[in-house]
């Protein structure tokens, strides 16, 4: 499980980075705008992280939108987490599930969902999805503007 902080402590310090999602903390922010229905949007275009079964790299564009209830996560924060995985074993369903799970663990969001978009190895690229269910009645959800595969970029 990730460890959670609240505060700021990574923001504008010289951190180490964490050599995987386990030793990471996601940080969280009190929102300022808490009784406001919006929706945050990180996209993380150079997700990386390892076949479990092979070892070569796998890329992904995550896209993670959330509509933050009394919690915002620290974007320093998140940036290290996602980094850790840049040398775990993992398959993309995992790595895209657990990223979504850990997120709603530490804001305890309205809402989230989390998009990879997952280059192709072997000829196939992967896509994974998922959410916490339906979005909130109101809440502006833009289309998260990754076409179907033909070669991103």
């Not at 974007?75 to 993992?90: H, T, V, W």
Request: aromatic share 12%.
């Amino acid at each position: 499980m990730v460890k959670i902080h609240d505060g700021a402590s990574q923001l504008g310090a010289n951190v180490a980075a964490p050599r995987s999602p386990e030793e990471a903390t996601l940080e969280r922010v009190a929102n300022p705008h808490e009784e406001a229905l919006y929706l945050a949007r990180f996209t993380a275009p150079e997700f990386t992280s390892l076949c479990p079964v092979t070892g070569q790299p796998d890329f992904a564009l995550l896209v993670i939108d959330y509509a933050p209830d009394k919690w915002i996560v620290e974007s320093k924060s998140l940036k290290l987490y996602l980094g850790s995985f840049r040398n775990r074993g993992a398959f993309h369903e995992d790595c895209t599930v657990r990223i979504g799970k850990d997120l709603v663990a530490v804001l305890a969001p309205r809402w989230l969902r989390i998009g990879g978009y997952w280059y192709p190895r072997g000829g196939m690229p992967i896509d994974v999805f998922w959410s916490t269910g339906a979005p909130p009645p109101g809440l502006w959800l833009p289309d998260q503007g990754v076409p179907p595969y033909r070669g991103r970029g």
